[in-house]
């Protein structure tokens, strides 16, 4: 929050932002009530250029900033000089370049995309390889063609070719629009959010609507942490990129990535017993998303409340684990669940709401 | 060899090119015996454009041309105008934007792009989708900054992007200049060289050396047939593309690229079987090249021709099935394995070589 108020001019230094923040005056929302997504602390501020994805069967869209990379980021509640340069640079001629080579090229079939790197390797949360290198094959040629300088499109392909996670920022708000027709739908037991902030896990029913959130204190990760850190120095999990699991790739599709294990910790037999698992809880498989390990079987798909109660089985997420101190970063990656109490009240909200 | 001959100059017509190669003035040898390798029909002509490989290590090379894509090509025997014409674009527009880039990128590491695109999928020989990608990844910026004109740049992209197989003419080559070195060493039963003309099958013996082959009639290939062809189309095993299994990558990584299974046939539990296989006729296991499937399992690598005859395991090819007529091109692609024959002719020939 401070870095966003201070790239947007609205503090000068990080005193005048928190005063800012605790004065009333900026007004905080989840990015799920605008129609957004964001990994980590998710932070988004007015003049961030964002990807635009939308769902071509209902029309709606979501909105998902450019990844800004590893290491010490905004997301990860870093805002030095470093960090406020590098954004003021993705807004100022990282954009431009993308904008027109998006322009040129037309719209991107995202759902073909992630099709593709299912068979690829990645999952599309913490592994995403196949699928930057798939956007990167797309947009090459209208980098080229756009009318931007050589060396501002070299730049801007070397930085999106320097970070595989520029997919994530693609497959969430790609799993968002997917996800978001869905509310509303009468009596419907299914998740349609799933999102954390560091503090609370929260979740969404789609027959309950958008307005209705179960929230419940956010677990910790288990998994690997980098050289020098440890579970001591482990935020709480944090970040709306388990949309991506909500809509069954990610996590859900760990038997598609099995690299991923020597990311997040465990054996490949794990990867593919999450995934596994996840058809018990789900209503669905998924019809362009296939697991090339599960003989192609499709992505378990649409978590119904009903049957995690039933079973006791919660949802799995991969996810990145962030410092509890702003600004170093991330240090580790691992699995996740959501508390069993989101499904708990939400599960009873259905009853209440639906009884007659 | 007519199209080659066109190609060059040295006939005008199919005619004159068949007269010309029967009448004993052309010289014709196999790639591997002048440190080249070609998929399919495999032809090499003096002007035609190569990559070239560096075993860093040894300091040997190994040479392949540029892939032509699928369809209607030279490796697949066609040679009417659309080839002739597609060859020398190649030479003349393709080739000088790759070496100027190659040129400003300096070397790229193969064998990290191979390890990487085992963990994404890819098995280097009947699917290179990762390897493409990752290639494109390594040369774009330096295919932005040459000399060439926009629309030559743009068009050299889109080649190389428009197919997949781009990186095989780059794995093969690879996999040559790896093995190469083994010739020559003392007793050494390791299969150095597996290749085929749609007529025969060949191998080489490390400790034998580089000019005793060992051959007996290629098989068919069995296999998925592109919709309207069968197997009363299909040529026998062809082209040098099975150095890639010679060197414990292809059909030996065929458990790291589930998806294949999908265009050879059979399901990922034979293409897991199909690795496991093959580490009971080879002698050590790839420290770069790992499988995760196999929980990072080391590739096998090394095919002992001791070890092939105690088990009667002969090596597993997946390979693409070329029509038996002359340009009609790819008919299907399938699993097929070296004559038996070649082994007990070639352990013969060691325990001759090396009695006392």
């Not at 120095?233 to 996590?251: M, P, Q, V, Y």
């Not at 099995?258 to 490949?268: K, L, Y």
Request: glycine content about 10%; some cysteine.
């Amino acid at each position: 929050m401070i870095g966003g108020l201070i790239y947007e001019g609205l503090a000068k230094d990080a005193a005048e932002a928190e005063k800012l923040a605790e004065g009333g005056e900026i007004t905080f929302d989840s990015c799920h009530m605008h129609d957004a997504v964001g990994p980590m602390a998710g932070v988004v501020t007015a003049s961030m250029p964002v990807w635009i994805l939308e769902n071509k069967t209902f029309g709606n869209r979501a909105y998902c900033t450019i990844n800004e990379g590893l290491g010490k980021v905004l997301r990860f509640g870093a805002y030095d000089d470093e960090v406020l340069k590098r954004l003021r640079w993705m807004e100022q001629e990282l954009y431009p370049v993308l904008e027109e080579a998006v322009a040129i090229k037309g719209e991107i079939d995202v759902k073909v995309l992630i099709a593709k790197l299912l068979q690829m390797g990645d999952e599309a949360h913490n592994r995403n390889e196949a699928g930057t290198s798939l956007l990167l094959r797309e947009l090459v040629p209208a980098i080229m063609s756009c009318s931007k300088t050589q060396e501002q499109k070299i730049a801007a392909f070397n930085f999106v070719n320097g970070n595989n996670h520029t997919f994530l920022n693609l497959s969430m708000p790609a799993m968002k629009c997917t996800l978001d027709p869905i509310f509303d739908i009468p009596y419907c037991t299914l998740v349609a959010t799933m999102c954390r902030n560091g503090t609370d896990f929260g979740i969404r029913i789609a027959g309950l609507g958008k307005n209705r959130w179960f929230t419940a204190e956010a677990e910790m990760v288990k998994g690997l942490y980098f050289p020098g850190y440890g579970e001591e120095d482990a935020a709480r999990d944090l970040g709306d990129s388990c949309i991506t699991e909500t809509a069954g790739i990610g996590g859900f599709c760990m038997a598609a990535a099995p690299a991923i294990v020597q990311f997040v910790g465990g054996q490949v037999s794990d990867a593919i017993n999450y995934s596994t698992r996840m058809y018990e809880i789900t209503v669905g498989e998924g019809r362009a998303y296939k697991i090339p390990a599960l003989d192609f079987r499709g992505s378990p798909t649409g978590i119904d409340i009903r049957k995690v109660m039933e079973t006791g089985i919660r949802p799995v997420i991969n996810t990145g684990i962030a410092h509890k101190n702003p600004g170093v970063g991330q240090v580790g990656a691992g699995i996740v669940n959501p508390p069993e109490d989101c499904f708990k009240q939400a599960i009873a909200a259905c009853a209440e709401a639906w009884s007659n």
